[in-house]
């Protein structure tokens, strides 16, 4: 099974306007981490935000935010006001804490219409 | 400045040529990884290593093999090149501290096996 999935390969969002990009993941370990990144179209992978599965709060990086739901097991990032300069690929990954490992979602690409 | 260096940006081989992509890290990181990314695959883990002279497989190791002989190397190498191997490599290092233990990526190697 996927342990990471994004269902979005591509969206369109106007300039100024919210956007949210969804993940699901899957596991049985209790203690996991699960981070977002960007990749511009340069190709540097670029660290967004993190959440931790014992975090009661959502975490909040500047327009970055994390919608965790535990229960649905889903851990989407919203993009508040967005800039044509967020235009990129963005990827969902999940640590179990119990390993090393990182697994990565297949991405979704963001384009950011003016 | 934290960072993580890869060898080259771009690399064109000939198919059955050996193959070794070096990655540095400067941030006395434990862990490191190799990544090969394909379009609409997302990132997918060859090898990944959590100690010096230590190595572990990831999910796509077939035809791939690892060198950490110190703490800051980690090499990647391909016996014998094939076209399928043509593709972006990634590489990237985590620590394993208390904190977030996010993983810092290198800017990319752009592989063309020819």
């Known amino acids: 099974a996927q342990k990471i999935t994004q269902t979005q390969p591509g969206m369109f969002v106007q300039e100024k306007e919210a956007v949210t990009l969804d993940c699901t993941y899957d596991t049985s370990d209790p203690s996991y981490g699960l981070f977002w990144y960007k990749q511009p179209s340069s190709g540097e992978m670029i660290f967004l935000i993190y959440q931790g599965s014992y975090d009661q709060q959502n975490a909040t990086e500047g327009r970055y935010s994390l919608n965790f739901q535990k229960a649905r097991k889903s851990a989407n990032l919203v993009i508040s006001a967005s800039q044509l300069g967020d235009s990129a690929m963005y990827f969902c990954?999940?640590?179990?804490?119990?390993?090393?490992?990182?697994?990565f979602g297949s991405g979704t690409k963001l384009n950011v219409k003016p | 400045d934290v960072k993580v260096t890869q060898s080259s940006r771009y690399l064109v081989k000939r198919t059955g040529e050996k193959v070794f992509l070096e990655c540095v890290q400067d941030?006395?990181?434990?862990?490191m990884f190799w990544y090969r990314q394909d379009p609409g695959l997302g990132l997918r883990l060859i090898y990944f290593s959590y100690d010096v002279k230590m190595k572990e497989k990831g999910d796509i190791p077939e035809g791939y093999s690892v060198s950490r002989e110190k703490k800051e190397r980690f090499s990647l190498i391909l016996e014998s090149a094939s076209t399928n191997q043509t593709s972006m490599y990634l590489c990237?290092?985590?620590?394993?501290?208390?904190?977030?233990?996010?993983?810092?990526f290198g800017p990319g190697t752009r592989l063309t096996v020819l």
């Open positions: 990237a290092s985590t620590g394993s501290g208390t904190g977030i233990n996010e993983q810092f």
């Open positions: 941030m006395d990181h434990e862990n």
């Open positions: 990954a999940m640590r179990e804490n119990n390993f090393n490992k990182f697994y």
